[in-house]
């Protein structure tokens, strides 16, 4: 099985916005809107910050959003603070009832 | 407050076997999938097995069919992740977690996990 397409790093200044993207197939992301995003700071558990594809659980901040189109989903980020910096994966669920996720991505808020 | 206590962690050599064990608390324990993701030191996460709320239904990745067993206790509220034939592959922090309802397998509670390490 092999993971989920994310980009490596990802970079931006505090207040800035970027986008991470997460590119499947149609056997995964394409097929279901269940794609979840983490986030994890070194020596920590990852935190879902994402569930399907744009919802946000309580106590999640609104400058984190979801979205998808066709196979490729992508977590945005708004006004970028310090503590933002941190590795992401997203992960989705595939036609073989088994989860993928991502290779992460890390975040560094310059 | 939902708590996922893991245990069972060690060193192991390659071929044996280990039971982890993940204490659940702070939820209605038969009302949620659980499941099991590891990762390996320095690299992403990769998702291992899941059980339904009932029990009744599991599901593996294709690297540790046949080798990993989960299951669950509802007396004990414990999940279990029974190891078997293990590879140096294998070695990585093991996490439960919760998973959150209609959200495909969507992870919202995890513990902090527990350190399998495969070596002779």
């Known amino acids: 099985q092999s993971a989920l397409t994310q980009p490596a790093s990802v970079s931006g200044s505090p207040g800035q916005s970027i986008t991470i993207s997460c590119t499947g197939s149609?056997?995964?992301?394409?097929?279901?809107?269940?794609v979840s995003w983490y986030q994890q700071h070194p020596g920590k558990a990852p935190k879902l910050m994402i569930y399907g594809v744009s919802n946000r659980p309580s106590g999640v901040s609104d400058r984190f959003s979801g979205s998808k189109s066709g196979n490729t989903a992508s977590l945005s980020i708004s006004g970028l603070h310090t503590e933002d910096e941190a590795d992401y994966y997203c992960?989705?669920?595939?036609?073989?009832?088994?989860?993928?996720f991502g290779g992460g991505t890390k975040l560094t808020v310059l | 407050e939902v708590q996922l206590v893991e245990s069972g962690g060690g060193l192991v050599r390659p071929g044996g076997s280990l039971r982890l064990s993940c204490a659940a608390s702070g939820f209605t324990f038969s009302n949620f999938d659980m499941t099991w993701v590891r990762q390996a030191p320095g690299k992403g996460l990769v998702w291992v097995s899941t059980?339904?709320?009932?029990?009744?239904?599991?599901y593996y990745a294709d690297s540790v069919r046949g080798r990993f067993t989960i299951s669950r206790d509802f007396s004990k509220n414990t999940v279990y992740l029974q190891m078997n034939s293990l590879r140096a592959e294998d070695t990585a922090v093991y996490h439960c977690?919760?998973?959150?309802?209609?959200?495909?397998?969507?992870?919202?509670?995890w513990g902090q996990g527990t350190l399998v390490t495969v070596s002779s």
């Open positions: 992960s989705s669920l595939t036609s073989s009832s088994t989860l993928k």
């Open positions: 149609s056997s995964d992301v394409g097929s279901y809107d269940y």
């Open positions: 059980i339904s709320g009932s029990g009744h239904i599991t």
């Open positions: 977690a919760k998973v959150r309802g209609s959200s495909g397998w969507g992870a919202e509670n």
